[in-house]
């Protein structure tokens, strides 16, 4: 049943997310990349509060905590690379794919642009 009702809400969201995008009346290749960048962030959001964000809202056993800047420089200039597979083979304190066995490489590749979005300034 759960599952039943998070499969509504992501169809909810993504289509708040396309119609936030039409009604722009942005060019149509412009709006296909938000489009595609308004899913990404929707599902990114999704997967981390459903997997992530138990560890990386508290810093439990040393994850990097969101909002924390000095948490994920070192991280982010590893590149994405590095990350989605630390995220896949797990890490001390991490198990592999952070316990989201379910999730494609495509989510958790969201899930840590979500996160990194949140705690490093623009």
Same mark, same amino acid.
């Given at each position: ?16 997310? %396309? ?5 722009? !009346? @942005?060019? *149509?290749? +412009?709006? $296909? ?6 899913? =990404? ?13 138990? %560890? ?5 056993? !040393? @994850?990097? *905590?969101? +909002?924390? $800047? ?6 982010? =200039? ?45």
């Amino acid at each position: 049943m759960k599952d039943l009702f998070l499969a509504i809400r992501i169809g909810g969201l993504l289509l708040a997310a %396309c119609g936030l995008v039409a009604c722009g !009346g @942005a060019e *149509r290749e +412009g709006a $296909a990349a938000t489009t595609a960048d308004a899913t =990404a962030e929707v599902l990114g959001e999704l997967t981390y509060r459903r997997f992530c964000f138990s %560890c990386h809202a508290s810093g439990a056993a !040393g @994850a990097p *905590r969101v +909002g924390q $800047a000095s948490a994920w420089e070192a991280r982010v =200039a590893a590149g994405m690379d590095v990350m989605l597979r630390h995220t896949i083979e797990g890490m001390p304190g991490m198990p592999p794919r952070g316990m989201c066995r379910q999730c494609s490489d495509d989510e958790l590749r969201d899930a840590i642009t979500y996160m990194v979005e949140r705690s490093l300034p623009n």
